[in-house]
């Protein structure tokens, strides 16, 4: 949705993981990688391992990121079929209410590591999978005058700590 307003030039540009298809219109620009996680809590049973397979979850009871999320999406398209495998108990929208679960219960999810910079209490593990990465990403037109306000916030977006232990060099 968000890609579609900048196409509309509704917005200057859009802050989202980079999508999973490619848009001649539209340049992305990576602020960070990220990979598709595991996420429990530090007590969890799992929370020791270095890595995990999918196959590994299906006993587990999971809290799953709503459909229009862009974990859900990534995880469907990384991993198809497997949200029917799984025991899912609940789906959730809002990222921080499904960190505190999991922060609280037993039960895991799946997120890109970005959402716990900073965040007590929970360990991201990646999936044990070819090609789970998500990158976080500044979206723009391409051939389209940027505003200089644009530029000058990406600017000082990439220069916050969370970006910058992620950062890529393409603005300077």
Request: hydrophobic content about 40%; glycine content about 2%.
């Amino acid at each position: 949705e968000l890609l579609e307003l900048l196409k509309k030039r509704e917005v200057d540009f859009v802050l989202c993981f980079k999508p999973n298809f490619k848009d001649e219109e539209i340049e992305s620009h990576i602020l960070f990688d990220n990979q598709l996680s595991v996420i429990v809590n530090r007590k969890h049973p799992l929370a020791e391992r270095k890595s995990l397979k999918i196959e590994e979850l299906l006993p587990y009871r999971i809290v799953m990121p709503a459909h229009e999320t862009q974990a859900r999406h990534a995880f469907e398209y990384f991993f198809p079929g497997m949200t029917e495998k799984l025991n899912v108990v609940v789906e959730i929208n809002e990222i921080n209410v499904l960190l505190d679960l999991v922060r609280s219960t037993q039960m895991i999810t799946f997120l890109s590591e970005a959402p716990l910079y900073q965040k007590e209490g929970l360990i991201a593990i990646p999936i044990d999978a070819p090609n789970t990465q998500m990158e976080g990403c500044v979206h723009t037109l391409k051939k389209v005058y940027r505003k200089r306000a644009a530029d000058e916030f990406i600017r000082t977006l990439r220069a916050t700590n969370a970006v910058m232990e992620r950062a890529n060099d393409w603005l300077k």
